[in-house]
C-alpha cells in the first residue's frame, strides 16, 4: 500500500512578496485561490510545497518553519512534490490541479526566508498547478497523485513488411529512442505500434482513432518518397491543425548538404488537436538522423501545446 498523501496546511497571502498566513479552509477557482495576491489567469496559479521539504530546510535554518512562511498555498504530506512533473495531476476532494512548474526564480533578498537565513527551498523544491476543477481545500484533505502517462503511437507503412516479406526495422528502432527519452525525462509511457500497406484509407482512419484517442506523439515511418505509393505526407497533411515546418527544413538543409537524396524527403510534422506528429521516411539511418533533430524539441513543443509557460 503506497503511503497516504493529505493537506497539512492551507495558506493565503493578500499582497505579494509576504509569508502567506494558515487559514481553515480555501476556495479554488478558475483563477486560483480566491482572496490570494497570486491568484490569475496564468499557469502558476497555486503553490504547493511538500512537508518533508519544509522539514528538511527546518533542520537546515536552525529553527522552526512554520506552514506558509515560503509562500506556499497547500502544505501537503506523503509526497516529494519535487519528483513530480508538469501535466500531472493531483486530486483534492472535488478539486483538480493540474502541475504547470516545478521551482521557481528565486526572489532573493526580497524574500523574508532569504533575507533571515540567506536561502531558500521554493524555488527548487515548491511546485505550482493551475485549477482545472473547483473546490474546497483544507487541512486533512486526502491527494491523490496521477503521474501523466505519455500515449505514443508508431505507423510502419510499407506493402512489403505489411505482407511478411521482410521484417520493419524502421518503426521499433523510433521506438528504442523514444523509449530512451522518456526513461531519461523520468516520465510514464505507452507506446503503440502498428504495420500496415501504403494504404491511404487505413491511415486515414488510424489517424481519426488517433486524434480521437487523445494521442501526446504520432510517428509514421515510411512513405515520405516520391514514388507512386508515397502517400503519407499527403494524408497527413489534412488532419494537421497547424505544420512545424521548421524541423524538416532543418533536417532536409543539414543532411541534404551532404546526400543530394535526402532533399527529395517530403517528410511533414505538425499539431494535431493535442497530438504531436512527424513523418519519418522508412529507412532506419534516417530515422534515427530526424529523431535526432526532433527529439531534442519533444519536450518544449508538448509543453507549449498544453499552454505551459516553459521559457
Known sequence: MPN??????????????????PVPSIELNELGVANDAHSGNWHRQVSLLADESVQRFTHAAGRKIRYGEFAE?????????VNTHPLDKLYIGDVELEITQIGKECHGTSCAIFKEVGNCVMPKEGIFARVLKNGIVKAGDEVKYSPKVYKVLIVTLSDRASRGEYSDRSGPKIEQVLTS???NEGWKFEIDKKLIPDDE???????????????????????????????????????????????????????????????????ISGVMQNTLVY??????????EYLSEIVPTLRHSIYMIHNLDAH
Open 201 to 267: 484509407k487505413i491511415l486515414s482512419s488510424i489517424l481519426n482513432e488517433a486524434r480521437e484517442a487523445n494521442y501526446d506523439l504520432v510517428f509514421t515511418t515510411g512513405g515520405t518518397g516520391i514514388g507512386p505509393c508515397d502517400i503519407t505526407p499527403d494524408v497527413v497533411k489534412p488532419f494537421l491543425d497547424k505544420e512545424i515546418p521548421g524541423i524538416m527544413e532543418l533536417i532536409r538543409f543539414k543532411y541534404g548538404s551532404i546526400k543530394p537524396n535526402a532533399l527529395i524527403s517530403r517528410a
Open 4 to 21: 497516504p498523501i493529505n493537506v497539512v496546511s492551507v495558506n493565503i497571502s493578500e499582497k505579494k512578496g509576504t509569508i502567506k498566513i
Open 73 to 81: 498555498n497547500i502544505t501537503t504530506k506523503g509526497l516529494e512534490l
Open 279 to 288: 513523418t519519418l521516411p522508412g529507412s532506419v539511418k534516417a530515422v534515427e
Open 181 to 183: 527519452f522518456f526513461e
